[in-house]
């Protein structure tokens, strides 16, 4: 029951800073960027301490990969490769089920879900 506790926690703060402005290199609370958001979410949230950069978040060693987005679950980490380069992390945001996802989008200029 704790689980579906914290993911409700999870969901309702992340929901809670739709419309907050995107501003680069900022977590929180006023404005954020796509990992400031989801450092915020977890930091608050489920104490977790996430690095500090999409790129860092999308290499976190000891995490499970899931490749196929219907093995997600809600509340999962999601990274997008949104840039041609080598790596496959420079967008973060969260899972939200049914194919949804909330994360601050700097083409949007807010968190948004999508």
């Excluded at 926690?9 to 800073?17: E, G, R, S, V």
């Excluded at 104490?47 to 060693?61: F, K, N, Q, T, W």
């Amino acid at each position: 029951m704790k689980f579906f506790t914290l993911l409700l926690a999870l969901m309702t703060l992340a929901t809670q800073q739709l419309n907050k402005p995107y501003s680069y290199a900022t977590e929180g609370p006023n404005t954020f960027d796509c990992s400031g958001f989801v450092i915020y979410c977890y930091k608050e949230i489920l104490d977790i301490d996430l690095p500090r950069s999409a790129y860092d978040v999308g290499y976190i060693e000891g995490y499970e990969i899931i490749e196929n987005i219907d093995n997600l679950k809600a509340g999962d980490i999601v990274c997008f490769n949104t840039i041609n380069d080598n790596d496959l992390s420079d967008h973060v945001g969260i899972y939200m089920g049914n194919y949804a996802f909330i994360h601050c989008s700097s083409g949007k200029g807010k968190v948004v879900i999508s």
